[in-house]
């Protein structure tokens, strides 16, 4: 909804407004979330966050900029002050316009001349425009909106300037007179009298505003019991809690010569970047940041691991790829990792305690049928929605980015990542086996693209043939996608056996297996470490030392 409808909307309720002085997007994000229904765009506050007076020393254009970033970060209407129209009537025509253009909900002009000194300022200039000048220059603002929503409310200055009542009266007449859509009658006196007696003498049917910042015990039950008073604005009390808090700190650092002592007692850097609008953008950056790969991550973590006996202790509350490790879970690591790589987009498919999976940045899909069905069916999960390329990345291994960014790069349309190492170091806890057609790259060669087709996976190789070990990640092009769901309907349907194993068991594997059996192609890419799965305590002990090194 438009803003300066919200206003009118609030204008038209029966409760009081509350507005909050603010001076930039975040401060004015700060008054939203703390609930408050408007901002007010003060030109003190604005004026001291650039540490100039509060006396037209800044320029509309620099009211208009630090309004628009507040308007940009909030969703409640901003209601500009704009001291006194920054000139005369013609200064006016354009100040509204350019306000209102820039989403602003309202404006409230004062009746002083150009250029004022704050209201507030003990020996202040106080220098009011005679009554007809004013009455022009509302004029003129009304004349310009182009909404008949954007309101403009006339400020009263008499009493501030030690006019008196009946001056202050028959200026707030004259300017409703001009079409002012509310009359902000403002004091600097330490008590409300002065104030009440304008409110209560106040017959006219437009609303009353109050800034009740000298006379602070002017509070909300108080002002209530005027119901001609419809707005309250709390000017300034965000930036002079700022000062001191700033100060405080900054004191502190000093004192204390480093920020040991500071530190904890600061909001986390988090917090700043929710404010700053980060989940947003990291949203923005998965939908439209293309770049002509588009690869998706789907991640099977639906597994109870908690019979392994080793493990059974680590598992009670959390599924394997959430242990943690120096720190960080399996699941982060590889997550932060695919991001680095350019893959934001990233299907964690959840299962067994799959309420301990609350990642931030990832898609969680729920797989109720995790305890009778194997992994091909929870990964499947993941492929409903891909429309690029995809990468399978086991739930339980931790593995170098640089795996990730030379599989990215290579053309095959089914390619799964082998090590070498297995052969070198004799090692024989290596799981997935596979046999290449050509042997193992001797030496030092790793992260080799090229082609080296799979004969062999799974189950059906024994350790002497065995070329290398599958590690657990297989990239998939748009076209190895469409490849794999489509052998994967025709497995379902066709009765038979996924290379001998019953379909609802089969893992990936075996479904790779079934392809080569089939005659579809499946490559390697040949790495030598740079890995390591965790399936037993051992391994998970392992995996803490290497990554803490
Ligand atoms: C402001 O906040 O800039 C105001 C209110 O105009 S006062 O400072 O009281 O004049
Ligand atoms: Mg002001």
């Known amino acids: 909804m438009d803003k300066a409808r919200k206003l009118r909307g609030l204008f038209a309720k029966n409760d009081l407004i509350r507005a909050v002085g603010a001076h930039n997007g975040l401060t004015a994000k700060l008054v939203e979330l703390n609930g408050f229904d408007a901002v007010w765009a003060s ?135 001009a079409g002012a859509d509310a009359i902000m009658i403002h004091s600097k006196n330490k008590d409300p009298d002065e104030v009440v007696e304008f409110i209560t003498n106040w017959k006219e049917r437009v609303p009353l505003v109050v800034v009740p910042t000298t006379y602070y015990q002017f509070d909300e039950e108080e002002i209530k019991k005027y119901p001609s008073v419809k707005m309250v604005i709390y000017a300034n009390h965000g930036i002079r809690s700022a000062v001191e808090a700033v100060d405080k700190t900054l004191k502190e650092i000093k004192d204390t010569g480093g920020i040991k002592t500071v530190s904890p007692k600061l909001i986390p850097v988090k917090q700043l970047f929710d404010l700053q609008g980060t989940r947003e953008m990291k949203e923005a950056e998965k939908k439209f940041i293309k770049t002509g790969k588009e690869v998706k991550a789907i991640i099977p973590a639906a597994g109870d691991d908690s019979s392994v006996p080793s493990l059974k202790h680590l598992l009670q509350d959390r599924p394997l790829t959430m242990l943690d490790i120096n720190g960080k879970s399996i699941l982060q690591r590889t997550v932060e990792i695919l991001n680095q790589a350019g893959v934001k987009d990233v299907d964690v498919i959840k299962g067994y305690k799959g309420e301990a999976i609350n990642l931030e940045g990832i898609r969680a899909i729920e797989n109720e049928e995790y305890s009778q069905k194997g992994i091909m069916n929870s990964m499947m999960k993941g492929f409903d929605d891909v429309d690029g390329g995809a990468l399978i990345v086991f739930a339980d291994i931790v593995f170098d980015k ?117 005659g579809i192609k499946v490559d390697s890419m040949e790495i030598s470490r740079g890995w390591k799965d965790v399936r037993t305590f051992d391994d998970y002990k392992q995996v803490s030392e290497m990554l803490a090194n």
């Open 402 to 518: 640089a795996i990730v960014d030379r599989l990215l790069t290579c053309e095959e349309d089914i390619n799964i990542v082998v090590d070498t190492s297995y052969r070198t170091e004799e090692y024989d806890k290596a799981y997935d086996l596979v046999v290449t057609k050509r042997p193992p790259t001797k030496g030092k060669t790793i992260l080799s693209c090229g082609s080296n087709p799979v004969v062999k996976i799974g189950g059906s190789v024994n350790r002497d043939e065995a070329t290398h070990e599958f590690i657990g990640i297989t990239y998939l092009s748009k076209k190895g996608v469409e490849t794999f769901k489509r052998e994967y309907e025709s497995m379902k349907n066709s009765n038979s056996t996924v290379n001998g194993v019953q379909f609802d068991e089969a893992d990936l594997s075996d479904f790779l297996q079934e392809l080569i059996n089939r």
């Open 43 to 177: 030109s003190l506050e604005v004026s001291a966050s650039h540490a100039v007076p509060d006396a037209n020393v800044l320029t509309m254009t620099d009211y208009l900029n630090a309004a628009t970033s507040m308007n940009d970060a909030v969703s409640i209407p901003v209601v500009v002050d704009v001291d006194q129209g920054y000139g005369n009537s013609v200064n006016v025509i354009r100040m509204v316009k350019k306000f209102e253009a820039a989403g602003i909900a309202g404006i409230i002009m004062e009746d002083k001349l150009f250029p004022k000194q704050n209201s507030l300022l003990a020996d202040g200039k106080q220098e009011l425009a005679s009554i007809p000048e004013f009455v022009g220059k509302i004029m003129a603002a009304k004349n310009a909106q182009v909404s008949e929503e954007f309101m403009v409310i006339a400020r009263v200055e008499a009493l501030i300037a030690g006019w008196g009542q009946e001056e202050a009266m028959k200026r707030a007449k004259s300017y409703v007179g």
